[in-house]
């Protein structure tokens, strides 16, 4: 896909990976419907039926759980439309730009940029506590500046506004709405959007799904 700055580019993308327990529970249950629902879609409806989507992935399923990881990239390349992403905030959950002291927090992005390598997910969804600045995000981006990270998708805290769209090598996607908001709240938020920018709606796992809902 060729980037066209009289577009605009919205990713659906599915929380809540980093969880073992729901990617081999409830999180599957919703591949295998969504498998089942784009092998019925055709040409004409291939877009609405079953749309590109993106689903957040614990990196430790490559050492402990190879079965389940292998699971979810048969089911990936059934629909030709399925990727995947870290959860937040990558290599693990936390607030990136808080950890202390530099060397760790280093490392920490050096560990993200590793596990990029191996698995070949080029993007993670960065979390932050809620007072940070732009720039201790930046900052902590800026580390994984020429690795295997090609995104960084900015989802918490949902407030804060990064004017930039790029740090160093790493693009910056913000966050623009819950998926779980109702439909025409949603479209009346995406209409808003710029020609050209970039933004994503993310689905927060609620423990409650089915295909009705």
């Not at 937040?88 to 990136?96: D, I, L, Q, R, V």
Request: glycine share 6%; hydrophobic share 40%.
């Amino acid at each position: 896909m060729r980037y066209n700055a009289s577009k605009v580019y919205v990713a659906l993308v599915r929380s809540d990976g980093d969880n073992l327990q729901i990617i081999s529970g409830g999180q599957r249950d919703q591949m295998e419907h969504r498998v089942r629902t784009c092998s019925f879609a055709t040409a004409d409806n291939m877009a609405v039926a079953c749309p590109y989507q993106s689903w957040t992935l614990s990196n430790r399923l490559l050492p402990f759980a190879p079965g389940v990881l292998r699971w979810w990239y048969e089911q990936a390349n059934k629909t030709g439309r399925d990727s995947f992403l870290f959860e937040p905030s990558g290599y693990g959950y936390n607030w990136a730009s808080l950890i202390e002291p530099a060397a760790k927090e280093q490392q920490f992005a050096d560990d993200n940029a590793n596990a990029s390598t191996a698995l070949h997910w080029p993007a993670y969804i960065h979390w932050d506590y809620a007072t940070v600045t732009g720039d201790a995000i930046k900052k902590y981006i800026g580390r994984l500046n020429g690795s295997a990270i090609q995104a960084a998708f900015i989802n918490f805290p949902t407030s804060l506004f990064i004017e930039e769209d790029w740090v160093r090598t790493v693009v910056l996607i913000g966050f623009h709405q819950a998926l779980d908001l109702p439909p025409a709240h949603i479209a009346k938020a995406l209409n808003k959007l710029k020609p050209g920018s970039t933004s994503f709606l993310y689905q927060v796992w609620t423990g409650h799904w089915s295909p009705e809902n």
